[in-house]
């Protein structure tokens, strides 16, 4: 069984959405004499690195990420890759890899995942979302800090999840991950009051 691990490394280089948190770390007890632990503190908004969304996060009467059910986020999954398709993901760069869709579509939508802060990344077209949902899909997730541009203020797409209750993966790293079915373990944290939770995502290959 081979494991792919799709999330992106967390430390004070992670990019973060321009005016959001980014993560920092400092020590409040350190091992000495009279101490037997290192403990940290950490502040970080939780979109940085591959995070899960919640509905609360784009709308007030939305439920946190602690309400949620996990079953979305473990089980059968389909990458496609859309590489440099653009700004939007349409349906026709996913059409190669839809027949039979599992509950779960994560995309690769460029060669390497950027490491540093991009505006220009590619996002999904409302209308792919609408598509999706319509084969069942349960669960989007792409290689990009967004579902959609960095400079809409309206969110068509995250409203389209909201309104069709799919659930997102954003900021994975799919560079290594060939096209096909896997499953998909991404389980969000039970923060009961948060708009998102980090998640440690993995593929691996599916049992026989």
Known sequence: MHLWDISPPVSGRSPAFPGDTP?????????????????SAVTTSPHVGAHADAPLHYADDGAAIGALDLAPYLGACRVIHALDCGALITVEHLAHAAHGLPPRVLVRTSARAP???????TAFAPATIE?????????????????DPASSKEL????????????VLENLVLDEVPEGDYELIALPLRWVEADASPVRAILRTLRP
């Open 131 to 147: 598509w999706l949902a319509a084969q069942g899909v349960r669960l989007v997730g792409l290689d990009t800090a967004s579902i």
């Open 156 to 167: 068509p797409s995250h409203q389209a999840v909201r309104r069709l209750d799919l659930r």
């Open 23 to 39: 993560y920092s770390q400092r020590w409040v007890a350190r091992l000495a004499p009279g101490c037997p632990v290192n403990v």
């Open 115 to 121: 490491v540093d802060w991009v505006d220009d990344f």
